[in-house]
């Protein structure tokens, strides 16, 4: 409909009150609500179908109902049969065309890519921006405040293991073992034929609490020893082969733990799979590697010699024999 806006000012009506009391003769308008049975039924209120059935129809409908002189449609505006669409969406005060699709097959990342690379191959007019939301919008808000807990968990796990160490360098050498447990993440779920999904990321955040015990183990060990006096190659020698056997039989614990999970059946088994692998194949890489990418750093990154740790070591034994002594002295100060 295209409005004559000095028409329909000569006779006291605006464009919006016109377009208004056409939707209300064609469309309708709630009146009132019937009760029946418990639920609320609306009385529709509108024009007879024989006013509305046509184009033509449409022209003849009075605009203005309650005037004394009658207007029709016609008269005030031209009522041309086109085509466009049955309703306009806006978001944030531009107008929107809705797309909607659901996936036959493949994952959800899968399919935004393909749409994309559509996209991409033949580009849209210069006003049109495209825009996928949804599930990927969604997706795309889970994935950020997983990457935010994933990056607060390695953040936690340093501190606590600075706190402990007493050191800066030693919790860096250890979080070596977190990439080499992605690897192993990545490459388990190539081979399994999983998407990166939210679940996933939920296995990360797990291994990076799980997998930094070996390495915590086997530089606690190398340093015990660098304190008790021997040397840092002969130290990091004897730490990997005495800790050998406890690393791999509690990252053996913890693959069987989780292999249930990978392997079973039931409802929700694919939601499940996808983290018990990417734990299962995070924790086996890094701990092949454990054994020999975390020596070599310790090597390379600690400059310290074999003097400080033994100094250190004999200052921590020195003060454990003086608690040890006053200890001695409470208990035989006190009375029988």
Do not use: C, W
């Not at 605009?63 to 449609?73: A, G, I, K």
């Not at 049955?86 to 699709?101: F, L, T």
Request: charged share 20%.
């Amino acid at each position: 409909m295209l409005f004559d806006a000095e028409r329909a000012a000569a006779i006291g009506l605006t464009t919006r009150q016109i377009a208004d009391q056409v939707v209300r003769q064609v469309r309708g308008e709630v009146a009132t609500r019937y009760s029946f049975r418990n639920r609320k039924i609306d009385v529709l209120v509108r024009a007879e179908e024989t006013a509305r059935a046509s184009v033509d129809d449409i022209r003849q409908l009075i605009v203005n109902p309650q005037s004394e002189r009658p207007v029709r449609l016609s008269a005030v505006a031209e009522v041309l049969l086109t085509r466009g669409p049955s309703e306009i969406h806006r978001a944030d005060q531009e107008r929107v065309a809705v797309v909607s699709a659901n996936l036959r097959y493949g994952d959800l990342g899968s399919a935004v890519a393909e749409v994309q690379s559509m996209l991409a191959e033949k580009p849209l007019a210069a006003e049109v921006r495209p825009t996928i939301g949804g599930q990927n919008e969604e997706l795309q808000a889970s994935v950020n405040s997983l990457m935010f807990a994933l990056t607060l968990a390695i953040f936690l796990v340093y501190l606590v293991m600075a706190s402990q160490f007493e050191s800066l360098l030693h919790p860096f050498v250890i979080m070596f073992t977190i990439p080499l447990a992605m690897v192993g993440a990545v490459l388990a779920l190539k081979l399994s034929g999983n998407a990166l999904s939210i679940v996933v990321f939920i296995g990360l955040i797990l291994l990076a609490g799980i997998v930094v015990k070996n390495a915590i183990v086997l530089i606690d060990r190398v340093n015990q020893l660098r304190e008790e006096g021997v040397a840092k190659r002969e130290a990091i020698y004897q730490g990997a082969r005495s800790r050998l056997r406890p690393i791999v039989m509690t990252t053996l614990t913890t693959l069987f733990g989780f292999l249930p999970l990978a392997i079973g059946g039931g409802d929700g088994a694919e939601v499940r799979a996808p983290m018990a692998i990417t734990v299962i194949g995070g924790l086996l890489v890094s701990t092949l590697l454990t054994l020999l990418v975390i020596p070599v750093v310790y090597d390379l990154l600690d400059r310290k010699g074999d003097a400080y740790y033994a100094q250190r070591g004999k200052r921590q034994r020195e003060a454990e024999r003086l608690v040890a002594l006053a200890e001695v002295h409470v208990h035989e100060g006190a009375p029988s």
